[in-house]
């Protein structure tokens, strides 16, 4: 079974969202939206017709990346969120019992060994 195909979106904490927004805007050319990130499309490898999305987001202070404090959080794509998840518990990793569902995809937590949040998508059939 393949675990992780790709990276789906890179999450990271700011004191000033807006400002630090704006800067990444003018000095790196990223088209932040009002939202406060950005998506970076792609082809799918082996599927030509398939454009993927990589999502990148500025947050404020937030509880989503708890129980970690890391300022950070990185979204990884996979192909079985539920069989993958399934076999983490089974190798003893922390994986949370939460898993949400909704019409952007999969998404389940597990927390690496130094206690950082790490988000498990599983996109929508064609993405």
Same mark, same amino acid.
């Given at each position: 079974m393949k675990r992780v195909t790709g990276i789906g979106g890179i999450f990271f904490? #700011?004191?000033?969202?807006?400002?630090?927004?704006?800067? &990444? @805007?003018?000095?790196?050319?990223?088209?932040?939206?009002?939202?406060?990130?950005?998506?970076?499309?792609?082809?799918?490898?082996?599927?030509?017709?398939?454009?993927?999305?990589?999502?990148?987001?500025i947050f404020s202070s937030s509880d989503?990346? #708890?129980?970690?404090?890391?300022?950070?959080?990185?979204? &990884? @794509?996979?192909?079985?969120?539920?069989?993958l998840l399934s076999l983490l518990r089974a190798e003893g990793c922390a994986v949370d019992d939460k898993v949400e569902e909704s019409e952007y995809g999969k998404f389940g937590w597990v927390m690496d060994p130094e206690g950082n949040r790490i988000e498990l998508w599983e996109p929508p059939v064609d993405s």
């Open positions: 904490k #700011a004191k000033d969202p807006k400002a630090l927004g704006e800067w &990444y @805007r003018q000095h790196l050319g990223i088209d932040v939206q009002d939202w406060g990130g950005a998506v970076f499309e792609w082809n799918a490898e082996g599927k030509p017709n398939v454009t993927g999305v990589t999502a990148w987001n989503h990346f #708890a129980p970690s404090t890391a300022p950070f959080m990185i979204n &990884y @794509r996979v192909e079985n969120l539920h069989a």
